[in-house]
C-alpha cells in the first residue's frame, strides 16, 4: 500500500485503492480489500463515498503510474462531475473489489473517464466522471 500513496494525494483514513493491477495511456485496474476499519464501513457495508472515491483513485493511480513512468511528476486531479451513478450493491467486509476505469477522452487537462467496480465477477457500481488534471 505505501507503492500506491505515492501515485495519488489522498492518506489515511481516505485511501480507497491498495495495488494497480494494470495501466496504460486507456485502462486502469485496480484492487481494494474492505477492511473494518476503512471510515466508510457501517454495519459491516462499505458505503457509496467510498465506491465513488475508489473510481476516482484508480483513475489518479493510473495516471499517477503513467506519468512516473515517463519520468514526469505526478499530476493532482479533481472531480468535476459524476454522471450515469449506479450502485448495484454495496461491498461487506473482507470482500476484495476490482476496479476498472477507462478514459473515454482527454482533452487538454481533463479527462472523461467510465468506471466499474465488481466484486467475485458481479457488477457492484458503474458512472462516469469528469475528472480536471493539474500541472
Known amino acids: 500500500m505505501d507503492d500506491i500513496l505515492e501515485l495519488i494525494p489522498q492518506r489515511h483514513p481516505f485511501v480507497m485503492v491498495d495495488n494497480i493491477l494494470q495501466s496504460d495511456e486507456i485502462i486502469a485496474r485496480s484492487s481494494l480489500l474492505v477492511r473494518q476499519d476503512n471510515i466508510f464501513v457501517s454495519n459491516g457495508e462499505l458505503g457509496e463515498p467510498a465506491l465513488v472515491e475508489n473510481i476516482a483513485q484508480t483513475?489518479?493511480?493510473?495516471?499517477?503510474?503513467?506519468?512516473?513512468?515517463?519520468?514526469?511528476?505526478?499530476?493532482?486531479?479533481?472531480?468535476?462531475?459524476?454522471?450515469?451513478?449506479?450502485?448495484?450493491?454495496?461491498?461487506?467486509?473482507g470482500d476484495v473489489l476490482e476496479t476498472e476505469i477507462v478514459t473515454v477522452n482527454q482533452v487538454f487537462n481533463v479527462s472523461m473517464i467510465s468506471g466499474k467496480i465488481w466484486c467475485n465477477q458481479v457488477l457492484f457500481a458503474q458512472c462516469e466522471m469528469k475528472i480536471f488534471i493539474t500541472q
Do not use: D, Q, R, T
Request: proline share 6%; no cysteine.
Open 59 to 93: 483513475a489518479a493511480a493510473g495516471m499517477g503510474l503513467n506519468s512516473k513512468a515517463e519520468n514526469k511528476p505526478v499530476s493532482v486531479g479533481y472531480i468535476g462531475a459524476i454522471s450515469n451513478l449506479i450502485i448495484f450493491a454495496l461491498p461487506k467486509v
